[in-house]
């Protein structure tokens, strides 16, 4: 019903309670009283939300508008009044969804919206920092807040509708939880706004009676310290006086107020604050000051621009003592704000525990209303969603009640239940099968999907998935127009197959599953990493500035700074990383891959830990890798293989001592290639068993010949691959090629590194000790660059160490490494081995391996690797 459909006395009655509440709304807004912290309390908003709940939204806003005309001519901050109007215009929409709503939907707009208008609006005054603008918000939030719950309280509880002429029209009832909410809030929040009424007026006394005695105690030392007493009291005679008196209030002063002496005529003879000296100061005289107690007034500064945004700014307590001949007076003033923390504090423990009363006084209602209606609520919580329920086969349980209508209401639903709950069930055996069939083709998809794009080994996206991902890439870049940058780095773990054929293939697999979980870390939006296969894994980037892809290359490396742990054996492991870039590498997948797969290998012929860039020249390095790859098979079968031998030297004596046969490539195109190129190739093809079968046949035939044309007859060192005590048949190798030969095995030495030690020790040292009893001497080679450690050597049935070059080169200008040689040579000389120091190419080098009493010395120095026939020469001479 709307109010053109009132009867026209109703239509009065309607005009003169809005003109009522409106008056009332003027009235509050001229009426506003003091509250804490200098701000004020108005109940103008109350009476406009009244106006608002009972005419509408057009009701509400004239209200309001002609409440703000007024405030104005008050001089009220028109901002606060603007604030006013909207505070109305969005309860009214914000009542238009929630009905009935009044105190809900202003508690909304001010969460929303005037909460952060009012504390901006604090902001643009320019207060003193000290102001706690949050404290000040909060309070005039509350006034808001208190004006909307007791305008919902009046208009639901008080018989102004009757009186408004509106009863006959539309109106919610009232439920038991609103009424004791109401009720619970109400008086909550009514006691708060009276306790902090009562506290904040004992708080201000406290202050008051700390200020009195403070200064009277200030005054009091001033004086004694110059000399006044009770009989006494007069103002300084003279210049001298007048001085010490300026030093006594400089010393027992305090910045934070002013401490003054004033003469009869209010002139200023002496003061804390210098540029107050010589002027005329009558605070007294301004009507600025109220009085207190005694000698102690306080500044009442009234705003009349501004009052509602009043708080307390710039006040501060006077004290006046005047002497008693009438002379002059001591004029103290403390500002207010040295206490606002203690007040400050106060009022926030103040609407700390106005909310938690506010929760309590919640809590309670919803109890009591419990109690009232918990007949009704429980048959509500059982039947609420009751298709559901019964859907699920869920157990109905119906409370029991003694009043007969929730009773037959509550049998009803029973009947219902019972019939859905057949139907139910005959429907739930059908979604069941379906159900099944679907989960087990939805895991079979799964299962699939798995196994098709990602490796079973360690979970990483497998080169399907990387393919996938790839295409999709380019995709975007092309319909970018190429602005989208791609890259792919390609990271091989260096030396992996050493660790395959030392250790096993589970230990490799193992390896690969804690290199796929670092590499992992490595994920983002931006980046994906795969595994291709082997030991080789893929990150697949896009990237805005090559620093970016130098920064992803460094982390892959960082992945590998940490040791992996193989069956409690720390195992340092490195990484090489070629990098490609779509599109300046290749406009197409394929191409960009090769070209990664390209820099990786040259960044892995390079050295350890490198990453390097696809550049085009890089292409002859990989075609001369496949090249000698294809043509190592070649090479053994063409006698493209040759021995070059470089002799041992006794330290103590300067003799040939033995020699070293080392392995060359004289290939038809590319000339002589030095063995650290194909070794590696052969290793990773595993062509170094034929290779080691052949060196050893030759060094052993070339050994044999130079005895029996009458030359010096010393030991032959061959290199012998570690993949031979685990692959090949090491032992019958030899036993046949030393018969075929006719060499006796006690001029046969064998070099072997130390990654053979690292799997099957036990079966490794059998097979040493089989071939040290017919008389074979065994060597490691490059000791202290490998796996093991030097208290191994103790268990190992070895008759020498063989030091790395890296050791010697420099050794007479590095002390640490002079230590690690020295301790290195004493350790083997206690288990009865021979220490011989390769790569010896200077004089200082030799003698300093003498003077540590090194027993071989191989290098340079005395000679370059020969072939047969040079050497030869050099065994004669």
């Known amino acids: 019903m709307s109010i053109s459909t009132l009867s026209t ?92 709503r009044l105190f809900r939907s ?53 018989p102004v509708r009757r009186w408004s002429g509106l009863s006959t029209m539309n109106r919610q009832p009232v439920s038991i939880s609103q009424l004791l909410r109401h009720l619970s809030l109400g008086i909550v929040i009514s006691s708060f706004i009276l306790n902090m009424l009562v506290n904040s007026a004992g708080s201000f006394k406290e202050v008051q009676l700390y200020v009195t005695n403070l200064v009277k105690m200030q005054t009091n030392m001033i004086k004694k310290e110059w ?25 027992y002063s305090y910045d934070s107020n002013t401490f003054s002496f004033v003469d009869h005529k209010q002139h200023v003879l002496a003061s804390n604050h210098r540029e107050m000296i010589g002027k005329k100061f009558e605070p007294l005289e301004t009507g600025r000051y109220k009085h207190v107690d005694g000698s102690l007034y306080f ?49 926030s423990i103040h609407f700390i525990y106005l909310v938690g009363f506010t929760g309590i006084a919640l809590l309670i209602s919803m109890l009591i209303n419990r109690t009232f209606t918990k007949g009704f609520q429980r048959l509500l919580v059982s039947t609420r969603n009751l298709p559901v329920k019964l859907r699920q086969n869920n157990e109905l349980h119906l409370p029991k009640s003694s009043i007969v209508e929730i009773h037959s209401l509550i049998q009803n639903f029973k009947h219902m239940s019972s019939s859905l709950l057949h139907m139910f069930l005959e429907t739930q055996k059908i979604n069941e099968r379906l159900q099944a069939q679907t989960q087990l083709l939805q895991q079979s998809e799964e299962r699939l999907h798995q196994i098709a794009y990602y490796d079973t080994l360690t979970g990483l996206p497998n080169r399907l998935q990387f393919n996938r991902q790839f295409l999709e890439l380019i995709a975007m870049s092309v319909a970018a127009g190429k602005t989208i940058k791609i890259a792919v780095l390609i990271a091989d773990i260096n030396r992996f197959k050493q660790i395959n054929d030392t250790l096993g293939h589970a230990q490799g697999d193992q390896l690969l ?22 030991d080789e894994f893929v990150i697949l980037t896009r990237y805005a500035e090559e620093a970016e892809l130098e920064a992803c290359a460094e982390a892959i490396r960082d992945c590998f700074s940490v040791p992996f742990i193989l069956d409690e054996m720390p195992l340092y492991m490195t990484v090489s990383i070629g990098i490609s870039m779509y599109p300046q590498d290749g406009e197409d997948m394929n191409t960009i891959t090769r070209n ?33 790859e294809n043509g190592l098979h070649k090479a053994l079968l063409e006698n493209q293989l040759f021995l070059c031998y470089q002799p041992k030297i006794s330290a103590a004596t300067g003799e040939l001592s033995g020699i070293e046969a080392l392995i060359r490539w004289k290939h038809p195109e590319l000339g002589l290639i030095p063995p650290d190129k194909f070794i590696p190739l052969a290793e990773e093809s595993g062509f170094i068993l034929e290779i080691d079968r052949w060196v050893f046949r030759e060094a052993c035939r070339q050994n044999k010949a130079w005895q029996d044309a009458g030359l010096q007859q010393v030991s032959v060192s061959v290199n012998i691959s570690a993949r031979h005590f685990y692959q090949g048949d090491l ?88 230590s690690i040689v020295r301790a290195i040579i004493e350790l083997a000389h206690s288990m009865n081995m021979r220490v011989v120091a390769e790569g010896v190419e200077t004089g200082e080098e030799s003698q300093f391996c003498k003077d540590l009493n090194c027993d071989e010395l191989q290098g340079y120095l005395f000679s370059r690797p020969l072939p047969a026939e040079m050497f030869e020469e050099f065994l004669r001479g």
């Open 227 to 251: 000399g006044i007493t009770e009989s006494s009291q007069t103002r300084p005679r003279n210049a001298a006086q007048l001085r010490e008196l300026q030093f006594i209030i400089d010393r």
């Open 513 to 534: 599953t804690m290199t796929a979980e670092r590499l992992q870390n490595l994920n983002n939006k931006t980046r994906s990493v795969f595994r291709l296969g082997g």
């Open 731 to 818: 032992i019958e190798m030899i036993a046949e090629e030393l018969q075929n030969t006719g060499l006796d095995a006690r001029y046969i030495s064998l070099e072997i590194t130390e990654g053979v030690f690292m799997r099957n020790i036990e079966q490794v040292i059998e097979k040493i000790q089989y071939l040290r009893r017919l008389g074979i001497q065994i060597s490691i080679d490059d000791f202290g660059t490998g796996f093991s450690s030097l208290n191994q050597l103790q268990r190992l049935p070895i008759s020498d160490v063989k030091l790395d070059r890296s050791f010697i080169r420099g050794i007479t200008h590095d002390d640490k490494k002079s």
């Open 9 to 100: 006395s109703n239509k009065w009655r309607v005009a003169i309670s809005f003109l009522a509440c409106t008056l009332l709304a003027v009235a509050a807004e001229w009426g506003h009283f003091q509250f804490v912290y200098g701000t004020t309390f108005s109940l103008a908003s109350l009476f406009v939300l009244l106006s608002l709940r009972q005419f509408g939204l057009t009701g509400g806003l004239l209200t309001a508008l002609i409440t703000c005309i007024a405030g104005l001519a008050f001089s009220h901050h028109p901002l606060i009044l603007a604030l006013g109007l909207l505070e109305v215009l969005v309860t009214g929409l914000i009542l238009r969804r929630y009905r009935g």
């Open 299 to 347: 500044s009442h500064k009234t705003d009349t621009r501004h009052p509602l945004l009043y708080t307390w700014h710039d006040e501060q307590f006077l004290y006046i003592e005047e002497m008693k001949d009438g002379t002059g007076s001591f004029v103290l003033t403390f500002p207010l704000r040295n206490y606002y923390p203690y007040l400050f504090g106060k009022y």
């Open 596 to 628: 990664a797969d390209i820099a990786m290998y040259t960044a892995k012929d390079e050295g350890d830990g490198y990453f390097r860039y696809y550049k085009p020249n890089l292409l002859p390095l990989i075609a001369e890798r496949m090249q000698l």
């Open 106 to 158: 202003n508690l909304i707009f001010w969460a929303v919206l005037g909460l952060p208008i009012l504390y901006w609006l604090y902001l643009q005054q320019d207060l003193d920092g000290t102001i706690d603008i949050s404290l000040v918000v909060c309070i005039f939030a509350l006034n808001a807040i208190f004006n909307a719950l007791f305008a919902e309280i009046i208009y639901h509880y008080l």
